[in-house]
């Protein structure tokens, strides 16, 4: 049942009442929250269609949504977001009502590396969907909805005692990666003050889960120690990041699509607060634990640690820090709990023992990303 209706909240999203069937277009459906997202999606919304709107790029994997392939509620386009033309003639050949817009340059390293791409991704493409939103979809129309998935990085890093991120909390981005996001949000308010579109936003802190790029933390963690790889800690490892698991993002992105306030930005977290040496001293005893109980993985897996008789923390590597590395986030989730009545269900232990079984469990998955073959999959299965 839903708490919240329009008579409570006037500008509740959408007018439609929480029943009502919708066309959505995912931006990023390929990416790893972007993936979970439209499983998660697809499960709970028997009659929705789903367009996904996906450009590929390295972090864009297509195997990741292949279970919904020949789901007639389904379709998959590859395509470029900053293409404004493209999108009009999607939204309109969809009649898409409602976009999730996910896509992203998302990784900080590359972008210390290269900004302009995430300039060209998150910045001008955000724009052009916006734009196209605007030249396609009725004028100040209650039936149409963005929303946009940014990140807690927006707001800067916190000192040990600073209270965490409110929504209110100014914006103090430090990397490219976090400028470009900054801006893509003030493009998506400057969307609804000025032209009526309705938006909402959410700020999340760090996701892990199934389907993540292994240039990531977590997935990236778990595949060198399965690799016999060294585990590269960024500096002192005092870090400290909030951890979400992203079946828990999905829950938070759906209540604020289905009951949101028009306009409203609601920041999403986990509430768990680790520094990345407790947390990769956790997976480490994890993946040992597990050796233990499973005889097979020493075999599946021989130069991981614990197939040598070895502990996993004995990878753990300090290496150069990342320039202008933020020191802390954390997520003040009042918002989201007193408004949506949303918290998130999934505790640190059962999140990351799932997260490391699906690894285990699925092993193609990753080692086609690292051996690049993910890319030859769209070849194989649909050119011929
Ligand atoms: P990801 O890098 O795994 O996926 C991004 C997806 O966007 C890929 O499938 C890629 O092919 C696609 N893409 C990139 N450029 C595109 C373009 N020009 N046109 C169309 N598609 C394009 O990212 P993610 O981790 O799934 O993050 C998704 C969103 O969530 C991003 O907007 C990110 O800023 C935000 N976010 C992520 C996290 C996190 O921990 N991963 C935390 C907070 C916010
Ligand atoms: P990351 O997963 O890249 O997410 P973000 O930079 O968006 O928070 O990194 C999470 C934390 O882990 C961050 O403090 C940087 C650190 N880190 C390492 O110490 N080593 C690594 O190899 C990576 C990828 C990250």
């Known amino acids: 049942m839903t708490i919240w209706s329009g008579a409570v909240f006037p500008n509740s999203c959408p007018s439609r009442g929480r029943m009502a069937t919708r066309r959505l277009l995912v931006t990023g459906g390929a990416g790893f929250i972007g993936a979970n997202f439209v499983h998660y999606w697809a499960g709970r919304h028997d009659a929705d269609r789903i367009v996904v709107l996906d450009l590929l790029t390295y972090a864009g994997n297509r195997t990741s949504l292949a279970a919904l392939e020949s789901d007639p509620r389904f379709r998959f386009m590859?395509?470029?977001?900053?293409?404004?033309?493209?999108?009009?003639?999607?939204?309109?050949?969809?009649?898409?009502?409602?976009?999730?817009?996910?896509?992203?340059e998302s990784h900080v390293d590359r972008s210390i590396h290269g900004p302009a791409d995430f300039v060209r991704t998150n910045l001008m493409g955000t724009a052009a969907l916006l734009e196209a939103c605007r030249l396609t979809w009725p004028a100040q129309s209650d039936s149409h909805h963005f929303h946009h998935v940014s990140t807690d990085e927006v707001y800067g890093t916190l000192g040990p005692d600073d209270p965490a991120f409110r929504e209110d909390k100014q914006y103090e981005p430090n990397s490219p990666y976090a400028a470009s996001k900054a801006g893509s949000d003030h493009l998506v308010r400057a969307y609804h003050h000025t032209y009526g579109l309705r938006v909402t936003t959410s700020n999340c802190s760090n996701n892990y889960g199934p389907y993540q790029f292994p240039e990531k933390l977590i997935p990236l963690m778990i595949v060198n120690l399965l690799t016999g790889k060294p585990l590269p800690i960024y500096g002192d490892g005092l870090n400290v990041r909030d951890w979400l698991h992203v079946?828990?993002?999905?829950?938070g992105i759906e209540a604020v699509i289905e009951r949101g306030r028009v306009d409203q930005t609601y920041n999403v977290g986990g509430g768990n607060e680790w520094t990345n040496l407790d947390l990769v001293h956790g997976l480490c005893d994890l993946l040992d634990e597990q050796f233990t109980a499973r005889p097979d993985l020493a075999t599946r897996f021989p130069d991981a640690p614990p197939a040598a008789g070895k502990s996993c923390r004995d990878q753990i590597e300090f290496?150069?820090?990342?320039?202008?590395?933020?020191?802390?986030?954390?997520?003040?989730g009042e918002k989201m709990a007193s408004e949506l009545d949303f918290r998130p269900r999934i505790g640190f232990t059962t999140g990351l023992r799932s997260t490391v079984d699906w690894y285990l469990d699925n092993e193609a998955w990753w080692r086609a990303v690292l051996d690049g073959s993910y890319r030859d999959w769209v070849a194989k299965q649909y050119e011929g």
């Open 247 to 251: 079946e828990d993002h999905c829950v």
């Open 78 to 104: 590859q395509g470029d977001i900053v293409d404004t033309e493209l999108v009009r003639a999607l939204l309109d050949e969809e009649n898409i009502d409602t976009i999730v817009h996910f896509a992203a």
């Open 319 to 332: 290496v150069t820090d990342r320039p202008g590395h933020d020191r802390r986030y954390a997520i003040d």
